[in-house]
């Protein structure tokens, strides 16, 4: 058995800052399924958000308008004090990560340069070109590799050992060996990002399967506002990959068939600029109603750039123009970038304080896992790499003070006992059934993206309830081609399968019983927002039927008033 | 339109579990449009015809390094090269060079990441951090552009001659990240952070053929650091001078 006194599961940007935060004065076991490198928080292109102040037009701008900003973004579901707290940690994380040696985009007078961002009142968004997820990860990465953090790579997580009341450890999978190792730590860190890939049509990486909500979920760890899903508004059609918000932020245009703007018929103070959830239904409506462009790959609308020029498109985002060189053949310097909206983001996840406590005594989430929640219904741009570092930073704190304070015994045979019933379970997998993974998995994929997508109503989110009802059926059929259990991606996926049919069930059932329109939640049928039913968190805790109890959890407000949401 | 092929895949198997079957390649048809990449592909392969099959894979955008393989005698991401490249209907796969086999097409990296902790791949200062950002004009991050894209695939790695013959060779990635550290303004490393490649083992031993330049899907250039850095050394062993 391994044995570490802070166990961190994930490598992208909260878990690699956590274990930075932690290392001098425990030992820290780092879990990743890839390298840490290979992180989807590689991925993200846009910024960050911190009020620093450096651009210009921004010399007013404070964390409290920022926090305001932030809550008046997620339609007023995310816990103020979460958010205030957020906002402040900001400033002092950018300057951090920029000490450590992330190579920010600079101001003509040697500050970090900032953009405008959706739904934010002030240029706020640090960035590095449009790589600033990468150039963030990569910075931490090698605090990392300074700091000689113990990582275990290509290590899947199988299952938290949880005895009702407090966690033990984890049981996990080694990749590349093919063997089942029970680690027990006196805290455990769950670090390991969004569902994305539960979705059909997500600008997410292959690896983002949500299985870390689910395996908390099936451990008995309530989790919270499943049914806020982000869908972001430019995703490159065929293989959905992001075109960041920072194409409008620095100008680039959504127009429709006929060379229209559209946006000046919904938002036309923001345009283009208002937050993600409403420039996607605003998009998906001109598709809907036959303004959308056709492409043999799907309907879409323009993404136009051209009138930014060549000099600024090659300046602020090469990334992109990379991109679309290699995915689709067009050089955005010369043609519209053709787009649909595509799930991108988690709101809910792991129902966590804002120390990134759950439930479970030594259990802690952090990053998109988490549900703090800052973001409550709708999350603004820059603010995901922000949530990140910030709460991988506070779950340090928070575990060191934890730890300080006795944290709890581990007792080894729940782990031993665990993990024999996973070698069980395997074991069936490998050997009985007769469905392939991937068949049931599509099939899931479709029924989220066709039923619980953009635009909802009660008998289509009834009818995705009982299609994962029969898919979870159809799982227990589940057959993986080799009983090897080394480097077998298809044992991977079948197991992580399970974890994301519970994920699915929870963020349909989430939306099925919201009866109001928030943030990213919109309901045909209840197309307007009801603070008096619903200013409420959504909780979720399986029960011992194996099926999701549901609660709700006070939204947490300090001085911003909830108002009409206008932009 | 989209239309529609028939490709033949011929994909390495080996299993560093099993050393007595020999490496061989198994043939996969499907029929795929023609826009797809290799990386899908492979998926398809993998979902629908054999589940055996072993590859990394994480980003599918080209910006996270997992998929670097040999693709019909070129080193390039997986996901980044579409089946219809090649004007041929079939396309084959291999691992990386210069890296031991664990399964299929996926390597044991551990050689490469050993030699990028080695040049100590993170900013080393000596000054007290300021309250706010350090300054850095925009000419001066602009100096870094080219090295900060690196994704460290190992494309570079795998078609470098020089590891071919010496295993021990730091390599084109690890050369080009210290590099970016070399030449970010705000790093203050001591001109003794060169010594660790001032030898054959380190940007001597290149035998600047571009290799990696034609490797590289990130523009990085790692030939051009290694030819930086000898010019750097030179001047500072022999005119004194700092490595800034």
Redesign the interface.
């Known amino acids: 058995m391994l044995s570490h006194d802070v166990l961190i599961v994930g490598g992208g940007l909260a878990g690699l800052r956590a274990a930075v935060g932690l290392c001098d004065k425990y030992d820290v076991g780092l879990i990743s399924k890839v390298y840490p490198i290979r992180s989807h928080s590689i991925a993200a292109q846009g910024g960050i958000n911190a009020a620093l102040a450096n651009n210009p037009n921004a010399k007013d701008d404070t964390w409290e308008k920022h926090a305001f900003d932030t809550v008046k973004g997620s339609d007023y579901l995310a816990d103020q004090d979460a958010a205030e707290l957020m906002c402040q940690e900001a400033i002092k994380i950018v300057y951090e990560m920029e000490h450590w040696g992330c190579p920010f985009s600079r101001f003509p007078d040697g500050t970090i340069a900032q953009r405008p961002f959706g739904g934010a009142g002030y240029p706020r968004t640090c960035y590095s070109t449009d790589l600033t997820g990468h150039v963030l990860l990569n910075t931490l990465y090698e605090r990392t590799v300074f700091k000689g953090v113990k990582v275990y790579p290509e290590w899947f997580v199988i299952a938290l050992v949880n005895d009702g009341g407090q966690c033990h450890g984890v049981i996990a999978f080694d990749l590349q060996k093919g063997e089942i190792i029970p680690v027990r730590a006196k805290a455990t860190l769950f670090a390991t990002g969004g569902y994305g890939r539960v979705y059909f049509y997500s600008t997410n990486a292959l690896i983002n399967t949500g299985s870390g909500i689910g395996i908390a979920y099936k451990a008995g760890v309530p989790i919270k506002d499943m049914e806020f899903v982000q869908f972001h508004p430019t995703g490159l059609i065929g293989t959905n990959i992001l075109m960041t918000e920072a194409c409008r932020g620095e100008g680039g245009y959504l127009t429709n068939k006929d060379g229209e703007r559209f946006m000046k018929r919904y938002v036309p103070n923001a345009m283009e600029l208002a937050p993600r959830d409403i420039v996607s239904r605003s998009i998906q409506t001109e598709i809907d109603e036959g303004r959308g462009l056709e492409h043999p790959l799907g309907k879409y609308i323009n993404l136009d750039l051209r009138h930014l020029g060549a000099e600024k498109i090659l300046a602020k985002l090469p990334g992109i123009r990379h991109i679309c060189l290699d995915f689709i053949g067009i050089d955005p310097i010369l043609e519209p970038i053709p787009i649909m909206p595509c799930q991108h983001y988690s709101m809910g996840g792991i129902d966590t304080n804002e120390k990134c406590a759950t439930d479970v005594k030594g259990f802690y989430a952090a990053g998109e896992c988490a549900c703090v929640s800052v973001h409550g219904a709708n999350r603004l741009g820059g603010n995901s790499l922000l949530e990140t570092i910030v709460f991988g930073k506070l779950a340090s704190l928070a575990v060191d003070e934890y730890l300080q304070n006795g944290g709890a015994k581990q007792d080894e045979r729940l782990l031993i006992s665990k993990k024999e019933e996973m070698e069980k379970k395997i074991h069936t997998l490998v050997h009985e059934g007769n469905e392939k993974p991937y068949t049931i998995l599509t099939d899931l994929r479709k029924t989220m993206s066709s039923l619980v997508g953009i635009f909802r109503k009660k008998e289509e989110l009834g009818q995705a309830l009982k299609n994962i009802g029969e898919i979870k059926e159809r799982y227990k059929h589940v057959h993986v081609s080799s009983p090897k259990l080394h480097m077998n991606y298809e044992l991977l996926n079948a197991i992580e399968l399970e974890y994301m049919l519970e994920v699915a069930h929870i963020i349909a059932l989430g939306a099925y019983l919201r009866e109001e329109s928030r943030g990213a939640h919109f309901r045909r049928d209840f197309s307007t927002r009801n603070d008096a039913d619903w200013l409420k968190h959504t909780i979720a805790k399986m029960g011992p039927d194996g099926e999701p109890a549901i609660s709700s959890k006070k939204v947490i407000i300090t001085k911003y008033q909830p108002m009409e949401r206008k932009y | ?2 239309t529609e092929n028939y490709y033949t895949f011929k994909i390495l198997r080996y ?1 560093a ?1 099993e050393p007595d079957v020999a490496p061989n390649f198994t043939s996969y048809r499907i029929k795929v449009v023609s ?1 797809l ?1 290799v990386l899908m592909a492979l ?1 398809r392969i ?3 015809i ?17 998929c670097a393989m040999v693709i019909n005698g070129k080193i390039d991401l997986a996901c ?1 090269t579409q089946v219809a490249t090649f004007g041929s209907n079939t396309i084959v796969l291999e691992p990386l060079p210069n890296f031991e086999i ?3 097409l ?1 390597v044991d ?1 551990t050689p490469f ?1 050993n030699m ?2 080695k040049i ?4 080393i ?1 000596t000054s007290p ?1 300021p ?8 000419e ?2 602009s100096r ?1 552009d080219q090295v ?2 690196c ?2 695939c190992a494309c570079c790695y795998g078609a470098c001659p020089v590891l071919a013959r010496d295993p021990e060779y730091a390599g084109p990635a690890a050369i080009a990240k210290l590099e970016r ?1 070399v030449l ?1 303004s ?2 203050e490393r001591p001109a003794s952070a060169l010594d660790e490649v001032n030898d054959e083992k380190g940007v001597w031993g290149c035998d600047t053929i571009l290799r990696c330049i034609d490797a590289c899907p990130k523009d990085v250039r790692p030939t051009d650091s290694v030819v930086s850095l000898r010019k750097k050394l030179i001047k500072h062993k022999l005119f004194g001078k700092g490595i800034k």
């Open positions: 339109m989209i299993d579990k826009g990449t998926l993998q979902e629908e054999d589940g055996t099959l072993s590859f990394r894979s994480s980003c599918r955008s080209a910006v996270c390094g997992s980044r664990i399964k299929d996926v990296m990441w990028y902790e100590r791949p993170y900013l200062r951090d309250d706010k950002e350090i300054q850095q004009s925009e001066e991050r870094i900060v894209n994704i460290l550290f970010d705000r790093d």
